[in-house]
């Protein structure tokens, strides 16, 4: 399908020798482009003399910038004589954008919740966005694409993904090695987040493939936080920090309890049947903020099932936290749904912004998790990105507790050494202070703090006499907690590593296992289960051809790493009584010989050259003039020129030539000449190419 013919014309080229051409074909200087592009295009190349070239340029599948630089950076060499090139580029869909005018008319329940989220003081930007299926943009095993109105690129890798048909699915990754993305389809309707250092932005459907793309304004979240009380002086609780690694299987059921006002402020006036569409793919976008934070933070096998209803109670309109948790703790109808609904936690949620504290969950600092403990309150604006305190009040019921007070800076923060590994942590990394979820503040990273698991090469907690493990709580209590009540819906998971193959790179057969959590007796879903194997690179499964079958069984060995650097392993089950359902799991294979070697292959051949493992870190990241460029290197050593690019391809400054070493290479580097905004750092030597974005803000500290 063809949207948009564009012409690009270009300056000369800031490098003496930019473009390379045949009589075929023209390669042109895409380093310097702000977008992502889909082949084939064609090209006219003006040559120094007035020759003309004309050519297809056809690269296979949605290549991002940075993979279509590589391919330039081979041609550079070969051409001096270009002065201009005119570039003719049909753009095929993209898998994000933002809808032209008058693309589409808006009905009026659909205007009322444009206009209602576009004058919230709680966004600073509210954008109608068109997407794509997902499974037509991921390409070797990444999904990129632009932030519609900004100049913000994402590469997106996979971490968390659920597939029940081909139409419903939830694919969650790291966005730029720092950053969060998740995208919930059901019948087409899109929500999800993005949460980067640039931004933070909710998505909620609007109509099929249309959706709202919320910017979240972060300064007016309130600052105050989460209460957690003193407690009494309770008995011992039981060492929930003593065993290793706790794998148990469970799915905590938790059934949310929204007023109608919260409610409103996802759906405004759509009609019922919109209403309950929009609902259900935003409370899987929660739900999945949860599994993604277990998933990041080394908490296998633990899962979150949610379901909503409405309740609009008398007390629900108390600007009183204390007078609200106690009154839905004591509710007789909450009671009786949890009950019904099979929930083992209830949480109420609500679109009042509370003046004495933000949210509140009914345990205390000493309290253990018990079925008494199974209830909390959250405003509605802070539950999702990028303050996330729905994961946060929903893990203070398995026991997970704030950041120590000597975990600076702090405010209401636990102080006390109750010999309890279940703090959250503060840190630096990437030149930004983060949090982890159960540390106190506006913008927290979606991990439970775990010493064992690194973000941007820090780990996320200690160990010691101020222990940061949350993780460690959360796996085991999960079952406990799992266990409040019996299950709803049968569920299976795929227990195993997520990561084949360690630093040494060696793989050894791997067993998989199914782990089928049956349903309370008497529902269906019931033993015994018949169990397929499957395994793809999108993670969305229609069990034919690319889809590549394994076997049957309640267990599968790997005896071969079936895919670089990423693949999804995944099982569709058929119970007794002929129910179907399904689960996935993403596996990193990057660091197997086996790609390993690929990637040698590659880095030897200037075409195909790698940067995954090669990449440019800044410190500070957004800088005020000057920062730290780091990059880590492989391969021998040789010199490279360095120098800064705008957003449309202009050379801004060159720092010359610098040796390259392999390894660790730090360059102090000043760009307070230039005016604010987005620049692009290059690095190129006849053997390596690296880019990377950096966010110039002078007047910030
Ligand atoms: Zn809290």
């Not at 998933?295 to 099932?305: H, L, T």
């Not at 086996?594 to 990449?615: A, D, G, H, M």
Request: hydrophobic share 35%.
């Amino acid at each position: 399908m063809k949207i948009e013919r564009k012409k690009f014309a270009f300056a000369p080229p800031p490098l003496a020798h930019l473009c390379f051409c045949n009589c075929t074909t023209c390669v042109i200087n895409v380093l310097y482009w702000p977008i992502l592009i889909r082949c084939p295009f064609r090209v006219t190349c003006v040559c120094g003399k007035g020759i003309f070239k004309t050519g297809i340029i056809h690269l296979q599948n949605f290549l991002p910038m940075r993979q279509l630089s590589k391919t330039v950076r081979a041609m550079l060499l070969c051409c001096s004589f270009f002065t201009q090139i005119h570039v003719s580029l049909t753009q095929t869909p993209v898998f994000i954008r933002a809808s032209v005018p008058n693309e589409i008319t808006l009905t009026a329940p659909e205007d009322s919740i444009y206009q209602y989220q576009s004058t919230s003081v709680y966004n600073n930007a509210t954008t109608i966005v068109h997407f794509e299926d997902i499974r037509d943009h991921i390409s070797n095993n990444l999904l990129s694409f632009q932030i519609p109105g900004t100049y913000t690129n994402l590469i997106v890798e996979p971490r968390e993904v659920e597939s029940t048909d081909t139409v419903h699915y939830t694919w969650s990754g790291i966005a730029n090695e720092s950053g969060f993305f998740s995208i919930t389809n059901r019948e087409n309707l899109y929500a999800g987040f993005i949460q980067t250092d640039s931004g933070a932005w909710t998505i909620l459907p609007l109509r099929e493939h249309y959706s709202l793309l919320l910017r979240h304004d972060v300064s007016v979240l309130d600052t105050v936080d989460c209460v957690m009380e003193e407690g009494e002086s309770a008995a011992e609780p039981p060492d929930y920090c003593s065993e290793a690694y706790n794998i148990c299987p469970a799915v905590i059921d938790v059934l949310l309890f929204f007023t109608s006002e919260a409610v409103a402020m996802v759906t405004r006036y759509a009609d019922a049947n919109m209403k309950a569409l929009t609902m259900d793919g935003f409370v899987k976008t929660l739900e999945n903020s949860v599994n993604f934070a277990f998933e990041n933070s080394d908490i296998p096998n633990k899962r979150v099932r949610f379901r909503w209803i409405i309740h609009n109670p008398g007390y629900s309109s108390t600007t009183n936290i204390d007078y609200l948790l106690d009154q839905f703790v004591s509710d007789s109808y909450v009671s009786s749904a949890l009950s019904s609904y099979r929930a083992d936690l209830g949480i109420f949620v609500t679109a009042i912004n509370f003046s004495n504290a933000a949210r509140k969950s009914n345990i205390k600092l000493l309290d253990y998790p018990s079925s008494s403990h199974r209830h909390s309150v959250v405003s509605f604006q802070a539950m999702h990105t990028p303050r996330w305190t729905l994961p946060h009040e929903l893990t203070h019921l398995l026991g997970a507790g704030h950041n120590w007070c000597n975990n600076v800076p702090c405010s209401n923060c636990d102080c006390n050494n109750y010999d309890y590994c279940n703090h959250g942590y503060r840190f630096y990394a990437g030149g930004l202070e983060r949090r982890t979820i159960h540390a106190l503040g506006n913008e927290r990273i979606l991990h439970f703090s775990n010493p064992n698991v690194d973000y941007l090469g820090e780990p996320t907690g200690v160990f010691g006499d101020y222990p940061a493990y949350n993780a460690q709580i959360i796996r085991n209590t999960g079952c406990v907690v799992a266990a409040y009540s019996s299950s709803p819906e049968v569920k299976a998971m795929i227990s195993g590593p997520s990561k084949l193959c360690g630093i040494t790179g060696e793989f050894s057969s791997t067993i998989f296992y199914a782990s089928i959590l049956p349903p309370a007796q008497g529902l269906p879903g019931q033993a015994p289960y018949t169990v397929s194997w499957w395994w793809n690179e999108t993670g969305v499964f229609t069990y034919q051809a690319p889809d590549e079958f394994l076997g049957t069984g309640n267990q599968i060995t790997l005896t071969d790493v079936p895919a670089c650097n990423y693949f999804t392993l995944h099982i569709r089950v058929r119970s007794d009584d002929g129910i179907y359902f399904t689960a996935s799991k993403i596996i990193f294979t990057g660091l197997c010989e086996e790609c390993q070697e690929e990637r040698i292959v590659k880095t030897n051949n200037p075409l195909l050259s790698s940067s995954r493992q090669q990449s440019i870190k800044f410190f500070p990241n957004p800088t005020s003039g000057q920062f730290i460029a780091e990059f880590h290197v492989e391969g021998e050593p040789d010199d490279a020129m360095i120098f800064i690019s705008s957003m449309d391809g202009k050379m801004q400054y060159d720092f010359g030539r610098h040796l390259i070493s392999r390894g660790v290479n730090r360059i102090a580097l000043d760009l307070s000449n230039l005016p604010n905004g987005f620049y692009n750092m290059h690095l190129i030597s006849a053997k390596r190419k690296l880019t990377a974005l950096i966010t110039l803000q002078k007047n910030k500290p």
